[in-house]
């Protein structure tokens, strides 16, 4: 609701929207996390994660007042946000603590191999490795956002008419020293927040190890800003082979857009 002044809530109550605002279906007892839309200012106690998901900037508003671009994230402690088109809003509970692990115990958090296929079409090559400890936690749609891809992804230079994207939203983990699995097949755009731990997201010639060619590191608060994609004339993205890696015990958030049909 624009024009509204909202302060976050230290715990997590599971109520629905109020005044643009609502508990993720994924928030627990280690991460509270908060979705903020369409607020003009926005009131964070204590200290959180903020990830812009939205298409315009919002702003830590300190003098002098500099903003949180799209697609990237922020952490920031007793401040206000504002021009929350489209925020979310994470809280790690115990910082300090390292049983960040707990977090697959609680609902919905699902081992990957138990739920994704066998098939070549989920990766683009080798089927993913049923083993691997990488756990996912329910997966939340926080709203449509509008954008021209091509530009997004910087494969134009000038803003072209826009599209609606879907935005959705979910938590991942996996133990100190995983291999999350080389591949490159998403039907949408993505990008990614580290939330505790420290990680990175790689890319590969192959889908082999050894042909690493880039690391971005990830330190919580940090969100990866130049989506790895570029759109095919068919309305696909190719991805290159890619993955994460944790180097300590890590959770992630994803964003993905998913493109719209009119």
Known sequence: MTGTTTSEQPTDTRAGTQDGVRALNFTGTHIAATTVRGIDEYRIDG????????????????????????????????????????????????????????????????????????????TGGLPFDRRIPLWRSPQDTIGQVEFDQAHLL????????????????????????????IHNQHDFIEVHTQVAGVGRMQKFKEQDHSTLYQDVLMSPGYTTPDPFCSPGPDGSYTYPWHQYYADADCVWLAIEYHRVAR
């Not at 998901?53 to 007042?65: H, I, K, L, W």
């Not at 230079?157 to 999350?180: H, I, K, M, S, Y």
């Open 154 to 181: 910087r494969e134009t230079a000038g803003e072209g008419p826009p599209q609606p994207f879907e935005v959705r939203v979910n938590l991942w983990f996996a133990p100190a020293a995983t291999d999350c699995f």
């Open 47 to 122: 200290r959180a994660i903020v990830v812009n998901c939205g298409t315009r900037d919002a702003y830590v508003t300190e003098s002098p007042m500099r903003p949180i671009p799209p697609l990237t994230s922020t952490i920031v402690a007793g401040a206000t946000v504002g021009r929350a088109d489209l925020l979310v809003v994470l809280r790690v509970h115990d910082e300090a603590s390292d049983d960040i692990g707990g977090i697959v115990g609680e609902p919905g958090w699902n081992l990957l191999g138990e739920v994704i296929g066998d098939g070549p079409s989920t």
